[in-house]
């Protein structure tokens, strides 16, 4: 379903941004002609000195992800994918190379683009949800409409967020007194309810069992077939499979990229 007050006026999520066409240069399987890009990085790099020594936690990398991909970035930890999430949200900023977001580019731009972006471009999903405890579930979904510019009706959308992720009749209790799966429902509805085109997700599921795990990634891929661009970053190879693509990265370094091995999977399907 579309929410109110989230996509008026502009057809699909994202499909408002004024991005250019891919660039041929860099690697992207998949890439559809037409589709605008979300997100382009070339030649990054993110370096942390330390002690003497110097340690990339991202090392060259490139890559461009087409609006409404639904992109799993897959690698073990320390491999650079918190990172590299980091660098698309602008919440860290690269030691190296260029990143545009929506057609907005990262280097260079001010303090106010940096902050216009993260409020109204990209939208978090955290591992372990990242949720006020004193505010009730709709509460918190309220408050992440309201820093954006493109509130209105903020309420309203709050709730028919909670009720596109099943949580209707949970909207007025506090996080403590909901389940590990309810309240990453609650963060997942948190970023709906923005309408911000970018939704990333950082080990969405690694707090969770099985059966909630699945819940939420279910929601995720819906998200991607309404419009949104989504990128999950995970350690665990069975999510991949869920994806249109994935990305694997090694020591900072994008080691593959390309569609799930042995094809695309329904999240009903993934066993861990
Ligand atoms: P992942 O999310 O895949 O586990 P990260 O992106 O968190 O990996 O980290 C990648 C690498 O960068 C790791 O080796 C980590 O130790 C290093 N790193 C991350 N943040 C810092 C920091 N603030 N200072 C020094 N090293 C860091
Ligand atoms: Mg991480």
Redesign the pocket.
Known sequence: MTMPGKTEGKGRPGSGLSSPPASPGLHHPGHRPGVPTAVRLAGVS?R?E?GGGT????RDVDLEIDEGEFVVVL??????????L?MIGALDVASGGTISVAGQELTGASRAELSRLRRNTVAFIFQTFNLFPTLTALENVQVAVEITDHAGGARATAEAALAEVGLADRRLHYPAELSGGEQQRVAIARALATGNPILVA?EPTGDLDYHTGVQVLDILQQQSRAGHTVIV?T?NREISRIADRVIE?SS?HVVSDGPPAGGRADVADLRW
Do not use: C
């Open positions: 993110r942390y330390i340690v990339y936690a991202l690698g073990p930890s320390g491999s650079g994918k918190t990172t590299l980091n950082d970053v350690h990265l900072g």
